[in-house]
């Protein structure tokens, strides 16, 4: 046995903005700096280590990213004239690719800039900069070196996952929508070989994972390399993922119009595994302003993909993106949005307020639209969609649904799950069945939730 003294533990604080693919960047952070002694704590007050995981599609996001990174700095002075050891401050994510440069030059607290595609460098930006401050690593290379270097045993070494997980499949956009950052922070699309996700996938099952979210900028372009060395489509990867024990959910997100593929929407009636909501954001109903926004599909293609889909499997709760605004939009182009919103029905969805972004085509458009007016245009579409929402979870009641049991919930031996259509699902005296796929009798929707009881009691 070595007589050296056990390296002490380290706290890593890693703060979340953004969408799905940042959430599971983070986790895989954690994951190339546990072997390091790193723990993870919630508050940033105590940490040794702290990362802040940016987004750069919402608006002023670099302003919250400042924002914040002074009061790191300040928390970090008060620890260091207390005699607490030097806490080391990192950005990381797609506005430290956009903005790393300007990141250093305007906040001298940050230590470290890593790009998306850089984390797994993690370690040794670490070791550098314990030597010498200031070193912004970007993506300028591809997403396979991130996860080439994150092996199976740090995948498997994760805990505390619970009974769902992200995986991600596909990486970066081609897409180029006027509107958006993506294919400038994450670079092009890229996806993983079949092999190394089904791999990861195996990991994640022997740990209880029920169900796996997969993950990408436009995910339903996945096309990674099948075992016989040819491009695979996501719909034989779902079918792939199935066939893994224990696995029984499969979801994925985000999807784009034009990657709706014949062979996907057909596994969506044939694959049981294959969950009935599908996230498809339109961002806007009228064909002008589809076209500024380089979306490459019009209304109706949109609308008659819709229906394909729901032929194919007739219960399919639908999401979409909607943004409001947009330079040139009059209030005729509103209302195309909102009678496709009517003709389409909305299980949820997320609505914006445009805001332009430096560097992106739409940002310099002629005829940006006043906020007060996308504001009302914005609180229109907000109210139908919520009245959609409210309709479609008041209409399970008295259905019986199969509940996936996540976790306990607030009171009593409560447990919360999850429906095929995503709605969160609240039954009393379940918290034995967390883990377990449940019969569950819907009493009653809400606007974002539904409550329900056991059909018997389940051992």
Known sequence: MSDQPAQPLKRLHIKTYGCQMNVYDSGRMADVLRPLGYVATDTAEDADFVILNTCHIRE????????????????????????????TIAVAGCVAQAEG????KRQPAVDLVVGPQAY???PELLTRTARARGERIGADFAPNEKFDALTHEKIGARGGDGVTAFLTVQEGCDKFCTFCVVPYTRGAEWSRPVADVLAEARELAARGVREVTLLGQNVNAYDGEGPDGQPSSLA??????????GLDRIRYTTSHPNDMSDDLIAAHGELDALMPYLHLPVQSGSDRILRLMNRKHGRQKYLELVERIRD???????????????????????????????????????????????????????????????????????????GQQVAFNEAQAGRTLPVLFER???????????SPYL???????????????VPVEIERGQQNSLTGRLQQKAA
């Open 60 to 87: 002023k996001a670099a302003e919250k990213v400042y924002s914040e990174l002074g009061k790191l700095r300040e928390m970090r002075d008060r620890g260091l004239a207390a005699g607490r050891a030097r806490m």
């Open 101 to 104: 440069e300007e990141i250093m």
């Open 120 to 122: 797994h460098q993690l």
């Open 236 to 245: 034989r990867l779902a079918y792939a993922l199935a066939e893994i024990p």
């Open 312 to 386: 194919a499997r007739p219960d399919m709760a639908l999401s979409g993106d909607f943004i409001v605004g947009f330079p040139g939009e009059t209030d005729a182009d509103f209302e195309q949005t909102m009678d496709l919103v009517r003709r389409v029905r909305y299980a949820s969805a997320f609505s914006f307020m445009y805001s332009p972004r430096p560097g992106t085509p739409a940002a310099t458009m002629a005829a940006q639209v006043p906020d007060a007016v996308s504001r009302e245009r914005l609180h229109a579409l907000q109210a139908l969609l919520t």
């Open 408 to 418: 306990k919930g607030r009171h009593g031996a409560q447990a919360i799950g999850r």
């Open 423 to 437: 709605q969160s699902v609240h039954v009393e005296d379940a918290d034995h069945l967390i883990g377990r796929i």
